[in-house]
């Protein structure tokens, strides 16, 4: 496995590149053009770029994330494919850059979702938390003001400022569009990328939708086991895959995360690998990585990534904020760094006893 992390570019991360090469064990890290916005083909001369900075800096770029979907694809509105079009430009771009992953998602509106982006904990960390009960008192046309105004002016990855400024117009959008009308979309998107994914060996890894079920009645199609077999079976392509995130797939206890890596185990390309801590059904808080801190079995999610020989970029995933640390919220250094080591820990330890 390729041990990971995840860094937003110079003019966006509160992390630089020189403090994340030092993280033991760390080889490359996932990035993106952030400033890009959803449905712009990206420019050659911006990812080469990004990859030299990267490369002088020690290290290499193991996939990207994310290439943002536009909301036409996700709607099928009828100037969808001259985003399609863009997009597969980007994925031309980004082989050319000798570049060949992508992580992604399809979630309508809103990229992930949570009630708090700075709870704290008993030890004085802080992490990000989400509690159903908070959420029904939120206007989701306020959703995003209530929520930037806890970030103390970090970005929220995921979450374009220009689309989240038209939330109303946004809803009213997505106001007819069923799960079934979004993974008709998603097909109808995937079936015109792949042949140029297999032109240039970019594999699509499909986020789950976090947290793993529906908030404010928009559809969700990622968010368990069933919808995942379905939607590697759409496209029945081996560059068609998925993104573990076991944090997203983990808010939902009812969701056996090491079933669905077995099940999956061939279609596997990114994996996120966190900790969560269940409270109540539709409350639950993020959590160092160690097993005994949240709700998860690292251990058995490491032993499974083993087990069925994944080999692609892993990366801690959402940290708490400790030890002072100002950073954008789930994504400071030093917990993170704390995941890395803890599960490389994990992985050697995999790995010898298996000999």
Known sequence: MKM???????????ITLDKIRQVPGLTGVITTLYGTAPGEAWKKEAVLALKKEVVDAGLTIEGIESVNIHDAIKVGSPDRDKYIENYISTIKVLGEADIHLICYNFMAVFDWTRSDLAK???DGSTVLAYNQDLIDKINPANMFSAISAKAEGHILPGWEPERMAKVKELFELYKNVTEETLFTNLEYFLKAIIPTCEKYGIKMAMHP?????????LPRIMSDKENLMRFVKC???????????????????????TDIIYTLKDRIHFAHVRN????????????AHLSCDGSLDMYKIMKALYDIGFKGPLRPDHGRNIWGEVA??????????LGLSYLSGLLEAIEKASR
């Open 4 to 14: 990971t992390m995840r860094w937003f570019g110079t003019e966006y991360d509160t």
């Open 120 to 122: 704290r904990r008993p």
């Open 209 to 217: 939708d976090d947290p793993a079920w529906s908030v404010f009645g």
């Open 235 to 257: 496209v029945d392509h081996p560059l068609n895959g998925l993104t573990i995130c076991t944090g997203s797939l983990g808010s939902n206890p009812k969701n056996d995360i």
């Open 276 to 287: 969560v801590r269940h409270n109540a059904p539709g409350d639950f808080e993020e959590a």
């Open 328 to 337: 954008m919220p789930g994504y400071g250094l030093y917990d993170r760094a």
